[in-house]
């Protein structure tokens, strides 16, 4: 790789991670090109020429963003840790997360308030984002022997979607009351 290619990807990193940034606290619409620009320390040529638009850059923004979530959020699924640990697990540490200075919930479900068009190419990655957490629910579910497998993770979901949009709403952490009503639904399929 050239010394050119380096710089073209450090450029792009740069553009990436400032629009995280810019876009989680102050939101998509808000964010401008020519302030995202300048705050990147870029050119809005250079900006176009890596991401081709903002609508581009938004969707690749939301991809990493559901990558660093489920990574923090997720538990390892390859350790002895019972399933419905697994879960638990997920909704403790959603609890803990939330208290983190800048916490504003999930970043797919911001970016699918902003973007009301369902066919805009970061409302397709938020939807394979929370499918990809259904799954995870699903095959935890089916691993503890759930009556309905697919219906418990929908409702795993809905409710770990709720504490996130809790968290935006009241701008307050996620109370630990959702591990209770986690472990209700749990209770009420196993």
Known sequence: MGSRDTATDTVRERILSTAGELFYAGGICATGVDRLSEAAGVSKRSLY???GGKDALIAEYLSASGTAVTGRLLPPE???????DRVLALFTTLCERS?????RGCPMLNAAAELPDPAHPARVVA?????????FFSR????MGAEDPGSLADQLL??????????????TP??????????????AQT
């Open 49 to 51: 020429q890596r991401f």
């Open 78 to 84: 390859d350790d002895a840790t019972p399933p419905r």
């Open 99 to 103: 208290r983190e200075p800048g916490f």
């Open 127 to 135: 939807l394979e984002q929370k499918l990809r957490m259904r799954d």
């Open 140 to 143: 935890q579910a089916a691993a």
């Open 158 to 171: 809905m409710l770990f979607d709720g504490a996130m949009s809790y968290v935006l709403v009241r701008a």
């Open 174 to 187: 996620v109370p630990e009351s959702v591990v209770t009503a986690a472990r209700a639904l749990l209770d």
